[in-house]
């Protein structure tokens, strides 16, 4: 066990670690959120990109 | 009190007192992002307070600053906090990136289309495939090399002049009053108010992808990132909120803009509510007990 002072190489180092981000339910369901709403985010851009170039009809012009 | 009243109020409470918070936040610690983030949340409160007073009645100046602030601008100043927050990760280079280089894609077969009469289709996949490949040649020539934080002050320096246009144009298109009616949300009335083909409306669409990517990007990257380290939880959490608040929002307007659905005024009141306990839940404190191991630090001998 090192003492304060020993120099410990970085992939020794432990650190702290919150409870929430070693359950299963977090370790799945946040990519999976993330997964999803970039989708979402990427389809809404190439609407508003086919808006904005005319490529896509736009009733509110 | 009808939906059309009772929506707008609640959203300007929900977004007035998350903008104090922020504001009062900037005043204790600093920080651009937090100063931008007030900003973008203001512009968000005054498209609410105008939709609140347009339900009683007709006044141009309020429709004027309904559509500034709540159709136009508050997505692009509220991402233009996350850039500034995320400057040392490098986004205001990658939106740089992302912006010339699908500018340069949809110029080069804009330009081919008329000349060979391609379809809209094949011309839309040409765009959006050719866009991720010129993207990433300008990221990795020129843009990642640039200075983050001196590229957010060009990012904003250019919304502030895009913001003054826009203010500009829609204080001088002309109204039709007689299109208005109280009973109905804006959302449902605008395109006729508005004169067709006015300049203003072409502006709607870049504020908002830029304001979109930086805003939903920037707090997928910051959850994605913190997550990948298995640290701050709560952020994690917060920054899915504030993404999911901000796309509801996004999702509504687009819509609306088809034409298939009405239901911004509601979308408003989630995205305010999401992004708030986001907000809350990002800039919580983490709790001082934690059930992992017990740390074991290295002290450095000097």
């Known amino acids: 066990m090192p003492l304060r002072g020993d120099r410990v190489p970085l992939r020794l180092r432990r650190v702290e670690r919150p409870a929430l981000t070693r359950s299963s339910l977090y370790r799945l369901a946040v990519p999976i959120a993330l997964v999803v709403l970039g989708a ?3 389809a809404l851009l190439v609407l508003a990109g086919g808006v904005l170039l005319g490529l896509l009809p736009y009733p509110g012009r | 009190m009808t939906a059309t009243q009772a929506l707008p109020v609640a959203s300007a409470g929900v977004i007035i007192l998350f903008a104090l918070l922020v504001f009062r936040r900037f005043a204790q610690r600093g920080g651009m992002h937090l100063l931008l983030w007030g900003i973008g949340l203001s512009l968000f409160g005054v498209g609410s307070l105008a939709e609140a007073y347009s339900a009683l009645g007709w006044h141009p100046t309020v429709f004027r600053l309904w559509y500034l602030g709540g159709a136009i601008l508050n997505a692009a100043w509220l991402g233009q906090g996350t850039v500034y927050l995320l ?12 912006l010339l280089g699908y500018a340069a894609a949809a110029v080069l077969f804009l330009g081919l289309e008329r000349l060979l ?3 809209v289709g094949i011309v839309a996949t040409l765009i959006a495939f050719h866009g991720v490949i010129f993207t990433w040649a300008i990221y990795r020539r020129w843009a990642r090399r640039w200075s983050g934080t001196r590229l957010a002050g060009v ?7 895009g913001s003054l246009a826009a203010a500009y144009l829609i204080f001088a298109v002309p109204l039709d009053a007689a299109a208005f009616d109280a009973a109905q949300p804006l959302s449902a009335q605008y395109r006729e108010i508005l004169p067709a083909g006015a300049q203003v409306r072409r502006l ?8 979109t990517i930086a805003l939903v990007g920037g707090a997928l990257y910051s959850a994605w990132l913190l997550w ?28 609306l803009r088809f034409g298939l659905a009405d239901y911004l005024y509601l979308a408003e009141l989630v995205a305010a509510i999401l992004m708030f306990a986001g907000f809350l839940l990002a800039t919580a404190r983490a709790p001082a007990t934690a059930a992992a191991p017990a740390p074991l630090r290295a002290e450095s001998s000097s």
């Not at chain 2, 709607?204 to 304001?211: E, H, K, R, V």
């Not at chain 2, 939880?233 to 909120?241: M, T, Y």
């Open chain 2, 87 to 98: 400057a040392g990760q490098r986004l205001p280079n990658v939106l740089v990136a992302v």
């Open chain 2, 117 to 119: 009469g391609w379809g």
């Open chain 2, 155 to 161: 990012l904003t320096a250019s919304l502030i002049a």
């Open chain 2, 204 to 211: 709607t669409p870049i504020f908002n992808i830029y304001g």
């Open chain 1, 40 to 42: 979402v985010m990427l």
């Open chain 2, 228 to 255: 990948r380290k298995e640290i701050l939880p709560n952020r994690v959490l917060g920054n899915i909120l504030i993404a999911g608040g901000a796309l509801a929002i996004a999702f509504a307007s687009t819509q």
